[in-house]
T-cell receptor, first 117, second 116 residues
Framework: AQTVTQSQPEMSVQEAETVTLSCTYD???????LFWYKQPPSRQMILVIR??????QNATENRFSVNFQKAAKSFSLKISDSQLGDAAMYFC??????????????FGKGTKLSVKP | SAVISQKPSRDICQRGTSLTIQCQVD?????MFWYRQQPGQSLTLIAT?????????ESGFVIDKFPISRPNLTFSTLTVSNMSPEDSSIYLC?????????????FGPGTRLLVL
């Protein structure tokens, strides 16, 4: 079975600085998807960034980028120029790839990110 | 993307009663998922609901406790039956949407349930 581990329950960053959230996963599959979701206090789950396992290039979305290390089964999220609105719970998630379709999402326990003004 | 709404947004219920949560999406989707998020915890999949077939439940979740309906491609309901305080959680539905060859799961705003 696949598992997702987030070893940092809480992180803090100064506004405008950079922070990296860690995530490791375990799987025997060769093709899969990895995601970072953000859940602010409003509890709406928002997709931040995704990575296809077959792609060697790390995904980027504006201030958000990932460091995907497939051999090490590591998938960290870097937030640059942190903003107050980035404060939220961040969940790392895994999904199998069924011919281009996702399986269900397997989530880590989350990292609570605080942004200090 | 997809716009997903859930009703109710929150509720306080008495032990032993049942609550039905509705999930409406603004486009036709094949797969819908129901997740539970217990207080301070991560999300756990309850079941996958495909239109035209019975829902598929994950280990630890049973149809008698969490019956699901999926009458069409834009709507689903999850019922939490015979509730106990342990059922106090946020319940979220999500849908898988394919855009440009890529499939992504989007989430509804969740239903916060408190059982007394």
């Amino acid at each position: 079975a696949q598992t997702v581990t987030q070893s940092q329950p809480e992180m803090s960053v100064q506004e405008a600085e950079t922070v990296t959230l860690s995530c490791t996963y375990d799987t025997s599959e060769s093709d899969y998807y990895l995601f970072w979701y953000k859940q602010p206090p409003s509890r709406q789950m928002i997709l931040v960034i995704r990575q296809e396992a077959y792609k060697q290039q790390n995904a980027t979305e504006n201030r958000f980028s990932v460091n995907f290390q497939k051999a090490a089964k590591s998938f960290s999220l870097k937030i640059s120029d942190s903003q107050l609105g980035d404060a939220a719970m961040y969940f790392c998630a895994y999904s199998s790839n069924y011919g281009g379709s996702q399986g269900n999402l397997i989530f880590g326990k989350g990292t609570k990110l605080s942004v200090k003004p | 993307s997809a716009v997903i709404s859930q009703k109710p947004s929150r509720d306080i219920c008495q032990r032993g009663t049942s609550l039905t949560i509705q999930c409406q999406v603004d486009s036709q989707v094949t797969m819908m998922f129901w997740y539970r998020q217990q207080p301070g915890q991560s999300l756990t999949l309850i079941a996958t609901a495909n239109q035209g077939s019975e829902a598929t439940y994950e280990s630890g979740f049973v149809i008698d406790k969490f019956p699901i309906s999926r009458p069409n491609l834009t709507f689903s309901t999850l019922t939490v039956s015979n509730m106990s305080p342990e059922d106090s959680s946020i319940y979220l539905c999500s849908v898988a949407v394919r855009t440009g060859g890529r499939e992504t799961q989007y989430f509804g705003p969740g239903t916060r349930l408190l059982v007394l």
